[in-house]
């Protein structure tokens, strides 16, 4: 069970272009997911919370017209890179909630190029 | 905020040792702590978490110790095999009512056959 699934796994745009990320949960109802960005050999930095229905929440120094996000069901989450450069490359994962607050389950990852 | 420190940053150990990762978080309040395994190009894993009203939790080969007075928990990992190897990040949550964990650095933990 909580299983979160990732699409697409990797991902390589021309910068200047837009590229869109699903995520989903496929076994359980997430009232919440989040959306990280993880550099090479590094921890997880959150960009942004979201709970479906609502605006996402953003963490200090994400651009919010740059990273858009989107939770319209219980089990579906997409971020949306707009005019992406490639210092936009990087590992980004979302992960979700059950609603039993405390536990996340996370996502494969997407892996963006931006060339 | 919180702020949770995780040593070392790189663990190497010989199949069937020990391993021992440890955090420091500073936040009183916080009371969830789970521990994620990250393989290389994947997202992370939950492999076991703790309240803060448990000292010890323990999961086969897996187990995690939290000392509240101190501020610290640990994950042991007993007879490691070659797939143990991967990034461990710790996490803590719950201070000041929040529910988005702060994460550790991550170890990287080698096993070798």
């Known amino acids: 069970g909580a299983v979160v699934s990732q699409h697409p796994s990797r991902v390589i745009c021309k910068s200047g272009t837009s590229v869109k990320i699903e995520c989903r949960s496929l076994?359980?109802?997430?009232?919440?997911m989040f959306w990280y960005r993880q550099f090479p050999k590094k921890s997880l930095m959150l960009m942004a919370t979201?709970?479906?229905?609502?605006?996402?929440?953003?963490e200090q120094g994400v651009e919010k017209d740059k990273f858009l996000i989107n939770h319209a069901s219980l089990t579906l989450s997409t971020l949306t890179v707009t005019s992406a450069h490639p210092e936009d490359s990087s590992f980004y994962i979302c992960?979700?909630?059950?609603?039993?607050?405390?536990?996340?389950?996370f996502g494969p990852g997407t892996r963006l190029t931006v060339t | 905020g919180e702020n949770v420190e995780q040593h070392p940053s790189t663990l190497s150990v010989q199949e069937g040792d020990s391993a021992v990762i440890k955090c420091t978080y500073s936040?009183?309040?916080?009371?969830?702590f789970p521990w994620y395994k990250q393989e290389l190009g994947k997202g992370p894993q939950l492999i076991i978490d703790?309240?803060?009203?448990?000292g010890e939790k323990k999961d086969q080969r897996i187990a995690v110790t939290l000392n509240k007075t101190a501020k610290h928990f640990s994950l042991h990992i007993t007879e490691t095999q070659p797939e143990d190897s991967a990034v461990y990040f710790c996490?803590?949550?719950?201070?000041?009512?929040?529910?988005?964990?702060?994460f550790g650095r991550g170890t990287s933990l080698i096993v070798h056959p």
């Open positions: 979201s709970n479906e229905g609502s605006k996402a929440t953003y």
């Open positions: 996490a803590a949550t719950g201070g000041g009512g929040s529910y988005i964990p702060t």
């Open positions: 936040d009183s309040a916080s009371n969830y």
């Open positions: 992960s979700a909630s059950t609603g039993r607050v405390y536990e996340q389950y």
């Open positions: 076994d359980f109802q997430a009232t919440t």
């Open positions: 703790i309240r803060s009203n448990v």
